[in-house]
């Protein structure tokens, strides 16, 4: 039952976000279009910040690169997916993007794709040789993360008028090569 009903908030967010800016949309409303009461959503979500993290994060997950279980195999086709589906779902980005305040990434609170960063770095890990150092791994993703972030924000805030496979390929070439330079960078400096 509770999976039920944090796939039916997810649901009811997802539609209130393409008719609505995030700003506007509150737990009450929320709430009542969704046919729970707050205690239900508390229940599954400390805040209407939280339950954002929680739907971004369902939907970059899905574009996870670099295991066996992942729906894409290059950063390329990541890119490329993820951003053709921010494009399809134009409405919607806008109305995060346009509520969100720079602030609220800055701190770190919107950091839901580094997962998906992270899988990339520790598959491209596996083919170095040596031992490559945890705290190695989290700048990298770090880095990388912050890049990738930086340029989807530029792609939003020109009108997601860029070509998309061409920003996909730059993005890819930047990120892999960052990702093993660095990774090669670590193993010989010790």
């Given at each position: 039952m509770a999976l039920g009903t944090r796939n039916a908030i997810?649901?009811?967010?997802a539609e209130m976000l393409h008719k609505m800016p995030f700003s506007e949309i509150t737990?009450?409303?929320?709430v009542k279009n969704c046919g729970i009461s707050p205690n239900t959503f508390y229940y599954h979500y400390e805040d209407i910040y939280?339950?954002?993290?929680?739907?971004?994060?369902?939907?970059?997950s899905y574009f996870a690169v670099g295991d066996k279980d992942s729906?894409?195999?290059s950063t390329y086709d990541s890119i490329c997916a993820l951003l053709t589906a921010f494009k399809e779902n134009e409405q919607s980005?806008?109305?995060?993007?346009d509520s969100i305040s720079m602030n609220f990434i800055a701190r770190g609170s919107l950091e839901v794709g580094k997962d998906a960063i992270r899988s990339h770095v520790i598959y491209a890990a596996k083919s170095i040789e040596g031992e490559v150092p945890q705290h190695a791994i989290d700048a990298i993703v770090?880095?990388?993360?912050?890049?990738?972030?930086?340029n989807i924000i530029r792609f939003c805030w020109q009108h997601m008028n860029a070509d998309i496979e061409s920003t996909a390929r730059q993005l890819d070439v930047l990120t892999t090569a960052t990702i093993n330079?660095?990774?090669?960078?670590?193993?010989?400096?010790?």
């Amino acid at each position: 039952m509770a999976l039920g009903t944090r796939n039916a908030i997810l649901n009811t967010f997802a539609e209130m976000l393409h008719k609505m800016p995030f700003s506007e949309i509150t737990v009450t409303a929320l709430v009542k279009n969704c046919g729970i009461s707050p205690n239900t959503f508390y229940y599954h979500y400390e805040d209407i910040y939280a339950l954002l993290n929680d739907f971004i994060g369902g939907f970059v997950s899905y574009f996870a690169v670099g295991d066996k279980d992942s729906n894409y195999q290059s950063t390329y086709d990541s890119i490329c997916a993820l951003l053709t589906a921010f494009k399809e779902n134009e409405q919607s980005v806008y109305h995060i993007v346009d509520s969100i305040s720079m602030n609220f990434i800055a701190r770190g609170s919107l950091e839901v794709g580094k997962d998906a960063i992270r899988s990339h770095v520790i598959y491209a890990a596996k083919s170095i040789e040596g031992e490559v150092p945890q705290h190695a791994i989290d700048a990298i993703v770090d880095y990388c993360y912050y890049a990738i972030v930086g340029n989807i924000i530029r792609f939003c805030w020109q009108h997601m008028n860029a070509d998309i496979e061409s920003t996909a390929r730059q993005l890819d070439v930047l990120t892999t090569a960052t990702i093993n330079e660095s990774l090669r960078a670590v193993t010989n400096s010790k």
